[in-house]
T-cell receptor
């Protein structure tokens, strides 16, 4: 069985602060894929990143960065210089095969960025 | 623009009634999915379909039914057998070749049972 834990239920920051969203996962598979999705108030989830278990390089995309550490089974997401538009629920997810059929989502972190 | 359209956005139902949620996509994707989202919980898979005229149960299929008569459409029926149907329902799709967990979602349908 696989499991994704997002211990932070809600986070509030003031605009321009940096914020890190934690994600810890459990799986017995040696090959797996990790994902982050953003759910803005409009409701639809938006894909942000996919990372496979063989690639531990950190990734940066604009103000977003991801830190993947197999040793601690974590895949944390950092937003630098947060903006009000970053306010959303963020989901971390795991799939052993990479297939959407086997996607396990965490419970999500509600991020509120205050002006 | 390509995307997924769900309707209605809000729906109220009396206990004992069936209700059908619509999901249409123009992304030419083979695979489509229905998820349920409850407050403070992650998404849970109800049903999925990899191809027209074929669909499979997900983790919480009891009390739900689907059909896939056209590639573009994947309606979900919440039946009276579903004991706790009040929830937010999300439809998603993915291309077969790109089926690496990257999903495209609609804006959801919020069902409330009165």
């Amino acid at each position: 069985a696989q499991k994704v834990t997002q211990a932070q239920t809600e986070i509030s920051v003031v605009e321009k602060e940096d914020v890190t969203l934690d994600c810890v996962y459990e799986t017995r598979d040696t090959t797996y894929y990790l994902f982050w999705y953003k759910q803005p108030p409009s409701g639809e989830l938006v894909f942000l990143i996919r990372r496979n278990s063989f690639d531990e390089q950190n990734e940066i995309s604009g103000r977003y960065s991801w830190n993947f550490q197999k040793s601690t089974s974590s895949f944390n997401f950092t937003i630098t210089a947060s903006q009000v538009v970053d306010s959303a629920v963020y989901f971390c997810a795991l799939s052993a095969s990479g297939s959407a059929r086997q996607l396990t989502f965490g419970s999500g972190t509600q991020l509120t960025v205050l002006p | 623009d390509g995307g997924i359209t769900q309707s209605p956005k809000y729906l109220f139902r009396k206990e004992g009634q069936n209700v059908t949620l619509s999901c249409e996509q123009n992304l030419n994707h083979d695979a489509m999915y229905w998820y349920r989202q409850d407050p403070g919980q992650g998404l849970r898979l109800i049903y999925y379909s990899q191809i027209v005229n074929d669909f499979q149960k997900g983790d919480i299929a009891e009390g739900y039914s689907v059909s896939r008569e056209k590639k573009e459409s994947f309606p979900l029926t919440v039946t009276s057998a579903q004991k706790n149907p009040t929830a937010f329902y999300l439809c998603a799709s993915s291309g077969r070749v790109q089926n690496t967990g990257e999903l495209f979602f609609g804006e959801g349908s919020r069902l409330t049972v009165l």
